[in-house]
T-cell receptor, first 116, second 114 residues
Framework: ETGVTQSPTHLIKTRGQQVTLRCSSQ?????VSWYQQALGQGPQFIFQ???????GRGNFPPRFSGLQFPNYSSELNVNALELDDSALYLC???????????????FGPGTRLTVL | AQSVTQPDIHITVSEGASLELRCNYS??????LFWYVQSPGQGLQLLLK??????LVQGIKGFEAEFKRSQSSFNLRKPSVHWSDAAEYFC????????????FGTGTRLTIIP
């Protein structure tokens, strides 16, 4: 079962700018999570949304924010970009009937963000 | 805080040989454990997961993993690797409690030689 898409594939921004990354989950997937994967590292949990409400947040500053929409799409917004924000950003959706981290997550291919 | 350690950064295995990737976790209760695989330019794909019950878990692509509570380990195994198994493998521990959600290890890169 796949079908999670992300856009854009690649993005180049300069320090201080703002960026919006988008994710489209499969129909019926009420839970979406966002992860940051720096080069050579495992993904790090940014936050999770369940039915348009934030359900848990990792160790990321408030300039990382998100939205989830009723049509199973979601956004990750990052303000005041820093060089260290350069990474692959992954979204993952889950068909869980409740907010959960115990259920299978289906990952998109990611957006590669480069901050210059 | 929960954590995952994958002690092997890079492993090279001959095609047809057996494989074991190590994963150790730190968590105060029975964890939810996962193995994911990531091919170049791709997202992560779930290989298998453990929540409770039988400690030997079967997954896709012929992989299995064994949960050993006494060793805090969840090692991934495959009896005979194929060239297509070359990828990055991530172990992860999940929790629905507190602020500790899904934590990934740093990954093990698997290279297959003919």
């Amino acid at each position: 079962e796949t079908g999670v898409t992300q856009s854009p594939t690649h993005l180049i921004k300069t320090r201080g700018q703002q960026v919006t990354l988008r994710c489209s989950s499969q129909s019926g997937h009420n839970t979406v999570s966002w992860y940051q994967q720096a080069l050579g590292q495992g993904p790090q949990f940014i936050f999770q949304y369940y039915r348009e409400e934030e359900n848990g947040r990792g160790n990321f500053p408030p300039r990382f924010s998100g939205l989830q929409f009723p049509n199973y799409s979601s956004e990750l917004n990052v303000n005041a970009l820093e060089l260290d924000d350069s990474a692959l950003y992954l979204c993952a959706s889950s068909p869980a009937g409740r907010a959960s981290f115990a259920d299978t997550q289906y990952f998109g291919p990611g957006t590669r963000l480069t901050v210059l | 805080a929960q954590s995952v350690t994958q002690p092997d950064i890079h492993i090279t295995v001959s095609e047809g040989a057996s494989l074991e990737l190590r994963c150790n976790y730190s968590y105060g209760a029975t964890p939810y454990l996962f193995w994911y695989v990531q091919s170049p330019g791709q997202g992560l794909q779930l290989l298998l997961k453990y929540f409770s019950g039988d400690t030997l878990v079967q997954g896709i692509k012929g992989f299995e993993a064994e949960f050993k509570r006494s060793q805090s380990s969840f090692n991934l195994r495959k009896p005979s690797v194929h060239w297509s198994d070359a990828a990055e493998y991530f172990c992860a521990v999940g929790s629905n409690f507190g602020n500790e959600k899904l934590t990934f290890g740093t990954g093990t890169r698997l290279t297959i030689i003919p």
